[in-house]
């Protein structure tokens, strides 16, 4: 019925949690072999924790649980509900080179950024502390998962810099 789980790294930490429903029939005979398709959820967030905590190669465990429905003989209705699980979680690595080289990439890790604000005792501009909060409240929604107000405070931070200073064309 579904296969549910947890990707954890570095060092056994949770990362992201994932489900999937799964439609497959098994007949007991065991010579069933079947392939099942797992989307894990990894945000700009989530692999930055991997990033911060990576040294060389990514090592992750995949713990899995499942959910499955047995059946009566010749077609009978659903008989009862079972729940699995594999025992030990299941450890794998990818090489540095494919993890930071390939897939970061094609994750889109590294296209996101948001404005920094250099602030000096030389530099004297009325807006800047109200840039350094717009800054600081783009920040929280990012973790948040808000990119809307993360957007809007980030254009906030542009337009209060501007307004600062008087503009020389």
Known sequence: MHLSGELFS???????????????YADGSYALENQVRVE???DLLVLERIEQGRNGDLRAC???????????ANGEGVMR????????????AIPKSQWVEQLLPQLGYGSL?????????GVMAAGI?????????????LLDGDWEKTVAHCRNVLETILDSRPLQL
């Open 81 to 92: 509900f079972e729940t699995t699980m594999i025992s030990s979680p299941l450890s794998f």
């Open 10 to 24: 570095p060092e056994q930490r949770g990362v992201a949690k994932f489900r999937k429903d799964v439609h497959a």
């Open 62 to 72: 995949l713990q899995l649980e499942g959910y499955v429905a047995v059946h009566g």
């Open 40 to 42: 894990i959820p990894l």
């Open 129 to 141: 502390p109200k840039a350094v909060e717009e800054i600081r409240q783009a920040r929280a929604y």
């Open 113 to 121: 950024q948001l404005i920094e604000v250099k602030i000096s005792s």
